[in-house]
């Protein structure tokens, strides 16, 4: 650790606490405005302080005061020096454990990188069912999540590496440009690729296809082989790809992309000649619902619709209304280990 980096952690340490002076405090914030690189290595340190409520600043660990430190918390004086021993043992794989962990996976040393073994740090999104929730990653890209949505990501994403980031559900990315980084969103079949634009992704686990939709920019989706990414197809703004699981692609233009593909940002739910099959996948991952059809002349229905804040008991209602269709609702399932079952719609003809 160089002596610069060891004195700006201990500003960082002041400045959390709030014991710094104003000559301090001026110090630490100069530093972060002198490049993006500190202001993303400042805030990593922020979102260590609000996990942890502490520093590791120094390359070594002093095991008989954590030793000490943990006998005076515990209240006991031991006197056999096997069990001295043991604690001594223990107290120094902890710490070491919690240095090296907090150490090579939030500060930045000017060690040879064949020295150190890097383990990125992960968080993960949820977004509960009938909501929207909105974040910005490290590197400033901006990410919708839909109704029942997740987002895996780094906390800080590593120099040298590219930006990848794993969803399950529906997701809209505004992605900071890096031309040297290209930023890829996993899902579980294919992969989508860019450098910076914005696009959405919708791949829930419970339907068959996934989709992207290109508002501008360009995008590849890419598969994985032999450790190589390989391009599957390029989109082009205003451009739709559906992925079936099944290894089909289909890529097609659609006038009405923003409206159809990005409705969900404002809380609306779109329906646009689907099938009722699409309807039930989309009635699912808004309410988190089973849905089962029954009667195979419904599949020739086609819906065009959009809900704004309905409920779902507002939504059968217009449906059922609209169409040659009824439902039924059979409430949710006490099971044997006291969970309970997701409420079951079922629809049929009337």
Do not use: C
Not at 187 to 209: H, M, Q
Not at 286 to 301: A, P, R, T
Not at 325 to 335: S, V
Request: glycine fraction near 4%; proline fraction near 2%.
């Amino acid at each position: 650790m160089t002596e610069k980096n060891f004195s700006i952690q201990h500003l960082f340490l002041k400045y959390f606490n709030k014991r710094a002076t104003e000559d301090e405090i001026k110090k630490v914030e100069n530093w972060i405005e002198a490049s993006d690189q500190n202001k993303q290595e400042f805030e990593a340190y922020l979102t260590l302080w609000k996990k942890t409520k502490r520093f590791v600043v120094s390359d070594s660990v002093n095991v008989e005061d954590a030793l000490r430190n943990t006998k005076k918390k515990i209240h006991f004086s031991f006197k056999k020096r096997k069990v001295i021993n043991i604690l001594r043992q223990a107290a120094a794989v902890v710490v070491i454990a919690i240095a090296l962990s907090v150490f090579y996976n939030y500060f930045i040393t000017e060690r040879p990188l064949n020295t150190i073994t890097e383990e990125t740090i992960y968080r993960e999104v949820k977004t509960s069912y009938g909501t929207q929730s909105n974040l910005t990653l490290a590197d400033g890209t901006r990410v919708w999540l839909n109704s029942g949505s997740k987002l895996k990501f780094p906390v800080s994403f590593r120099v040298g590496d590219d930006r990848k980031v794993e969803l399950v559900g529906e997701g809209f990315f505004k992605v900071a440009k890096n031309s040297e980084k290209p930023f890829i969103v996993q899902t579980s079949s294919i992969d989508v690729k860019v450098l910076g634009t914005s696009f959405n992704v919708s791949a829930y686990n419970n339907e068959p296809e996934i989709t992207v939709a290109l508002l501008e920019g360009s995008v590849e989706l890419v598969k994985m082989y032999n450790g190589q990414y390989s391009k599957v197809l390029e989109l082009s703004p205003n451009e739709v790809a559906t992925y079936n699981k099944e290894k089909e692609l289909i890529s097609y233009s659609d006038i009405n992309l923003k409206e159809r593909y990005t409705a969900w940002m404002d809380g609306r739910i779109v329906f646009n000649n689907d099938p009722i099959e699409k309807l039930a996948f989309r009635l699912e991952n808004w309410y988190n619902v089973d849905v089962e059809i029954k009667g195979q002349s419904l599949n020739d229905y086609r819906f065009t619709a959009t809900f704004i804040d309905e409920s779902l008991e507002q939504i059968l209602k217009l449906l059922a209304l609209s169409s040659p269709m009824e439902y039924e609702i059979e409430p949710a399932r006490k099971l044997s280990d006291n969970s309970y079952t997701k409420r079951k719609i079922v629809f049929k003809e009337k």
